[in-house]
């Protein structure tokens, strides 16, 4: 046996690394990326705000400016608290990290992976819920599962990944004061969902959001947010590591960030793709098109792991998703310019023709 094999934990050996396929010449739908570059116009003025970056000095440790910027782009009143993170999985992390070893954190089911994996690093238990069959909470359920493992952590994404919905408010309202547990709603896809509950932080002192600025045009940025309540931020601080957020995603995200109005005609156009990809899969006879409010969209297929590698050897990649629990034969396709989604419809039309 080798030294490793020795050495980890055997919990880690038994488990998978989150895997992310290769991409290279590919059409790249699987991963819930906006399709907008950099607008040339822009080009020439980032490098020469980059240039004055000081490299050779650590970071600004608490990144001031930064939060800032993410304020006025998110509209985040000002009483509220924001912590930066390396991505929005570094601040599930570190919500986990301030938990007791053996303390449970609760999500619905399906919903993104990363929530039990980090349950599993850091040595607390994890109990899903299943959503009901249309992929909505099953609150008598939740409920239950919330009285009978008591959770320090409840993860709810909203809208959800990978089914693309918000769910009843009511229903997360109902969980919200109905625990102890700090509530986390993981609002990723904020930009593309007609409801967000930032402004009902005031209302309940154990609810905090996550956001990230991946999904609207910036996941090379690696950097994600908690707003909460300024004492409760205050404190989870202590669990950051210095200097998380590095000086180029700083100093970038100052510049880009700025240009909200550039950012809200991206989303916009996300949008009015989002409804014709959906139109144009629900056309497709034998497809089931789950309702979305993400930057992508959930559909079952005949064979959908056939379907599947049609794309990928024809140069589109999206995420299979047909052998997880309760996902059979589904598949998730991001929401791309209206020449790769065309490109896409094109092959599951001649796939299925």
């Not at 705000?49 to 000002?78: G, W």
């Not at 409840?154 to 109902?174: C, H, L, M, V, W």
């Not at 996550?210 to 669990?239: P, W």
Request: aromatic share 8%.
């Amino acid at each position: 046996m080798s030294f490793i094999n020795n050495w980890l934990r055997s919990d880690i050996q038994a488990i998978n690394a989150y895997h992310v396929p290769a991409s290279d010449d590919m059409v790249k739908l699987d991963a819930m990326e906006s399709p907008f570059p950099l607008p040339d116009e822009l080009i020439g003025q980032y490098l020469a705000y980059l240039a004055d970056a000081d490299l050779n000095r650590y970071p600004n440790p608490s990144a001031d400016e930064l939060r800032q910027t993410l304020r006025e782009l998110m509209d985040i009143p000002a009483e509220f608290g924001v912590l930066l993170g390396n991505g929005s999985d570094e601040l599930i992390q570190l919500l986990a990290l301030a938990c007791e070893t053996g303390d449970t954190i609760l999500s619905i089911e399906p919903s993104f992976v990363m929530y039990g994996m980090i349950a599993k690093f850091t040595r607390l238990n994890y109990q899903g819920v299943n959503l009901d069959h249309n992929f909505e909470i099953d609150l008598p359920a939740t409920l239950s599962a919330i009285e009978a493992y008591n959770p320090k952590l409840i993860f709810i994404a909203y809208p959800n990944n990978p089914t693309g919905n918000t769910f009843d408010r009511s229903a997360i309202e109902k969980i919200i004061t109905s625990t102890k547990a700090m509530v986390v709603l993981d609002e990723a896809y904020y930009a593309y969902a007609d409801d967000s509950f930032l402004m009902d932080i005031a209302k309940y002192p154990n609810l905090v959001l996550l956001r990230t600025v991946s999904k609207i045009g910036f996941a090379g940025l690696r950097l994600g947010l908690l707003i909460g309540a300024q004492d409760t931020v205050n404190e989870l601080d202590k669990l950051r590591l210095p200097y998380n957020i590095n000086t180029l995603t700083q100093v970038s995200a100052n510049f880009l960030l700025q240009e909200k109005e550039e950012i809200d005609k991206n989303a916009k156009a996300i949008l009015a793709e989002r409804t014709s990809l959906s139109d144009a899969l629900n056309t497709i006879e034998g497809l089931v098109v789950y309702p979305s409010q993400a930057n992508f969209i959930l559909f079952k297929a005949p064979v959908a792991d056939a379907l599947f590698e049609a794309l990928k050897t024809q140069g589109v990649l999206i995420k299979n998703l047909s052998a997880a629990p309760r996902l059979t034969d589904c598949l998730r396709v991001t929401v791309g310019s209206a020449q790769e989604n065309a490109q896409f419809i094109e092959i599951v039309k001649n796939h299925y023709g």
